[in-house]
């Protein structure tokens, strides 16, 4: 994240690091020792101390991001904004597509991130968060020269339905996906039709909180959909010809891939 000066770090997967400033969460890394749990910790240290060690953002991201943890709206992590932080400063997209907006945090870090003249497009089901984001859009959306909030569009639906409506084939330079984990595989086809030549995609929320990598005998049978959905996904991504896919684990892994 960049960063809450405060000290409050968002919390998700972080069970006892509560409160923690930048320096005190690198002091915390050298509490923990690696036990049977210990590749649980390694992946709680690293994000702490990515954490700890990105600069802070913006002030009214660091806002918006406490107020939507603490409505308990679900938000990108911090290294996974480093991620399309970095990204943005590669592709330096002028049209942007995101799945899934919720209240509209991470399409105002990108529209930070990213030039100033590019455009952004963004999907939301729930009327009640696409109401918040508009409002967080005009709250604090960059302005144009006459004041005015430079308009984050925002589609309101079902993304699947959606999508299919948008008609500018190969127009967005960076599409994020960020939706309902088991609807990526009905969205794959229009984004690839939407995503221009040389653009990237990042899918959030690969892991399912390390769920993808057991077997799916060991899934719980209320997840055994969401995991079968998902893991349909990341192989069509592997394998579809017009991509280029590298899973990672970054946050709860991320999947990036280039459209040839
Ligand atoms: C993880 S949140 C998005 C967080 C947001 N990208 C951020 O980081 O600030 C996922 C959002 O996708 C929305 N969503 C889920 N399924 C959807 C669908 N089929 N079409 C559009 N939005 C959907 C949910 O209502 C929820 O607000």
């Known amino acids: 994240m960049s960063g809450v000066s405060d000290g ?3 919390q998700e997967g972080l069970p006892g690091l509560t409160g923690l400033t930048d320096e005190s969460a690198l002091q ?3 509490d923990y020792s690696p036990g049977e749990s ?3 910790l390694d992946a709680m240290r690293m994000e702490v101390f990515v954490e700890a060690m990105t600069p ?3 002030v009214h991201l660091q806002e918006l991001e406490q107020e939507a ?11 996974t904004q480093n991620l399309i932080r970095f990204f943005l400063a590669v592709k330096r997209p002028a049209r942007i597509l995101e799945i899934g907006t919720a209240v509209g945090f991470s399409a105002l870090f990108m529209q930070y991130y990213a030039p100033a003249d590019c455009r952004i497009t963004t999907i939301e089901k729930d009327p009640q968060r696409a109401e918040k984001a508009r409002g967080n859009f005009i709250r604090y959306g960059r302005k144009n020269t006459c004041g005015r909030a430079e308009d984050i569009v925002l589609l309101e639906g079902d993304a699947a339905q959606v999508l299919g409506e948008i008609r500018e084939d190969s127009s967005f330079d960076l599409i994020f996906m960020d939706a309902a984990k088991g609807q990526y595989i009905r969205f ?5 039709r939407l995503l221009s030549p040389g653009g990237i995609m990042i899918t959030d929320n690969i892991l399912q909180e390390g769920e993808i990598l057991t077997s ?4 719980t049978r209320r997840n055994r959909t969401i995991h079968a959905r998902m893991r349909a996904y990341l192989h069509a991504l592997m394998e579809e010809e017009q991509l280029e896919t590298l899973l990672l684990p970054t946050g709860d892994g991320a999947a990036v891939s280039l459209k040839r």
């Open 8 to 10: 409050t770090r968002r």
């Open 28 to 30: 915390n890394l050298t």
């Open 38 to 40: 210990g590749k649980a």
């Open 56 to 58: 802070p953002g913006p």
């Open 69 to 79: 943890l603490a409505e308990g709206v679900p938000i990108i992590r911090p290294q």
């Open 188 to 192: 794959l086809p229009d984004a690839l």
């Open 216 to 219: 799916r005998f060991a899934v």
